[in-house]
């Protein structure tokens, strides 16, 4: 069965499950260090406003975080419908 485009957006130049588990993981990880980190040292090294930070944070995580729900489905798809040869 041929991929569809989000799967194979998903997983370009991804050849197995164990690579895309692990950028999975890593933007997961990334998300949540980015949201984390981006409210510690914004204020604290540029004196954002806290508004302005917790827009800024929230944009970077949710960058990283939509790409793990990416990761996470073309995973999903491709274990239904495909094989990671």
Do not use: C, N
């Amino acid at each position: 069965m041929k991929r569809p485009i989000w799967v194979a957006i998903g997983l370009f130049m991804l050849e197995t499950r164990e690579q895309a588990m692990m950028y999975l993981v890593a933007s997961a990880v990334g998300s949540v260090l980015v949201f984390v980190g981006t409210m510690v040292v914004m204020p604290v090294f540029f004196g954002f406003p806290h508004l302005r930070t917790v827009v800024g944070a929230s944009l970077l995580g949710a960058i990283l975080a939509a790409w793990a729900g990416l990761y996470w489905l073309s995973i999903r798809w491709m274990d239904k419908h495909g094989s990671w040869e």
